[in-house]
């Protein structure tokens, strides 16, 4: 009996030690990962005030918990303020977010914003809401940036939400157009940032887990998920499962693109193109095979393997 309780025991600490080792691991991956796309697209520098929005789903938590992190561990300094939009949709739990970040010790800012009955007000019945709940939250969120002296934006989207849009817009609007990770806002004053553009949702979703954030669902504007970027989402998951790779190599090609092989004028300029007699390295294989399609140049971003 004793030597039975003795191996279960033996067996317990030992699952909880590759428990602890795997969430180690993600840890240091997430950490790497968004270390590297703050580098490759230089998103903070020195002296930054970094807006990290906060809705209270999974990927905003795990982006300020990484960043507080990486900003310890940082060369230079900067400073990061949390901020959530109340919406003022129903049974929002208010307290949450501000127990949260309080018990945390970072600096926060709650806005409260009734967009919720606005946007019933205006909407019709039946009709997605998300287009102008989201022009109005970002109005906001704007406005809110310049009030606290923030240079950077920060948001929680991910690859798998950079490659969504990129099929959306190339599905439903007829563009090869994604999401970037750096960008000027629309009004021209702001820096908005992506740091977990590397980071698969996949992970963010461990994360969530292992770190037990006070999630706050998503739902409670009473919206249906779109449609489109349901079935998007639903395609990416079946090429993840049935063709390791693809789904990697397509995110690689984002930053891979080569203008003078697609067709857009503006992009390249066809219309002046003339044989210059002298040969281009990597320029003309339009007769060849492409290695790709053999499958064997599989590009990876350095240092996102374990
Ligand atoms: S799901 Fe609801 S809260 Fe989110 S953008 Fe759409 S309408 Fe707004």
Not at 16 to 23: M, T
Not at 41 to 48: A, P, Q, R, T
Not at 214 to 243: T, V
Request: proline share 5%; net charge negative.
């Amino acid at each position: 009996m004793n030597d039975v309780l003795h191996d279960d025991a033996v067996i317990g600490a030992k699952k909880a030690e590759k428990i602890a080792y795997e969430n180690n691991k993600l840890h240091k991956r997430l950490c790497r990962q968004v270390g590297q796309a703050i580098g490759d697209f230089n998103m903070i520098e020195e002296g930054d005030k970094v807006m990290v929005c906060l809705s209270g789903g999974k990927d905003s938590y795990g982006l300020l918990d990484i960043l507080l992190t990486l900003r310890e561990r940082a060369p230079i300094h900067f400073d990061i303020v949390a901020v959530n939009l109340d919406q003022k949709q129903p049974n929002f739990p208010a307290h949450v977010l501000p127990e949260y970040l309080t018990k945390l010790g970072v600096p926060f800012h709650i806005e409260n914003q009734d967009t919720y009955s606005i946007v019933k007000r205006i909407i019709p019945e039946g009709k997605t809401t998300c287009s102008l709940c989201s022009r109005l939250r970002r109005g906001i969120l704007y406005r809110v940036a310049d009030e606290l002296g923030a240079t950077k934006i920060a948001l929680g989207h991910h690859r798998d939400d950079i490659l969504e849009t990129f099929f959306l817009n190339m599905f439903f609007g007829a563009k090869i157009k994604g999401m970037p990770p750096k960008l000027q806002s629309d009004d021209g004053k702001h820096i908005v940032i992506r740091p977990l553009a590397y980071v698969k949702e996949a992970d963010m979703e461990r994360y969530a887990e292992v770190k037990q954030f006070p999630i706050i669902p998503c739902d409670l504007c009473g919206s249906q998920e779109n449609l489109q970027r349901k079935q998007i989402k639903a395609m990416l998951r079946e090429w993840e499962k049935k063709h390791p790779g693809r789904v990697e190599n397509i995110f690689s090609a984002l930053s891979t693109v080569v203008p003078s092989h697609l067709m857009d004028r503006g992009l390249f300029g066809f219309a002046e193109l003339q044989a210059t007699g002298e040969s281009v390295p990597n320029g003309d294989i339009a007769f060849d095979e492409e290695p790709c399609s053999t499958g064997v140049n599989v590009v990876k971003f350095s240092g996102l393997d374990d």
